[in-house]
């Protein structure tokens, strides 16, 4: 019993930290690349003329989290859902972002199991999150911004239209 105790303590302080500066660092890139907290619920896609466009699907907004969905717009053969798909939190408040899975229908109980060790969570969420960090890099590096972003059916750039007022519940 002591053994179970002692362990976690000597191993998660340093990555717990790791993994709130990578909640910190998804939050300012997808704030600085999309502002999804600045957007109303819909589907957002953002093309680069690369053949990799992005769709962002702003699922929920309240008073200090966003809930959001981010894939590219191709079609994973094996599954049928456009892959690679993130779902993500924000909280505004704490200004911290959170990939909370990322596979389609695929919760931590689906990959981990119904009962995980804390180290295997936190492990599985240090890569879910580490992947998020180096995504939204790439993603901005190629030239995604709100410059490229456009709602569904539109084709005036979200960065052009005037600002939306979003009532928080």
């Given at each position: 019993?002591?053994?179970?105790a ?6 998660l ?26 957007l ?11 053949g ?16 959001l ?15 690679p ?17 990322c ?12 009962y995980?060790?804390a180290h295997?969570?936190?492990?599985h969420?240090?890569?879910?999150n ?28 979200i ?11």
């Amino acid at each position: 019993m002591t053994y179970v105790a002692e362990r976690p303590l000597k191993l998660l302080p340093g990555r717990f930290a790791y993994l709130m500066g990578l909640y910190a660092e998804n939050y300012q890139r997808l704030a600085r690349i999309f502002s999804p907290q600045r957007l109303s619920p819909g589907t957002y896609f953002s093309s680069i003329e690369d053949g990799l466009d992005i769709r962002l699907d702003l699922i929920e907004q309240h008073r200090y989290t966003v809930e959001l969905r981010l894939n590219y717009c191709f079609i994973d053969s094996a599954t049928g859902e456009l892959s690679p798909s993130a779902w993500l939190r924000m909280y505004q408040d704490a200004h911290l972002a959170e990939a909370t899975h990322c596979h389609p229908g695929r919760h931590l109980i689906d990959v981990l199991g119904p009962y995980p060790a804390a180290h295997t969570v936190l492990q599985h969420r240090l890569r879910m999150n580490a992947f998020l960090t180096r995504w939204l890099e790439y993603l901005a590096e190629q030239g995604h911004s709100m410059a490229t972003l456009r709602r569904a059916g539109s084709d005036t750039p979200i960065a052009l239209l005037p600002p939306i007022d979003v009532t928080v519940r």
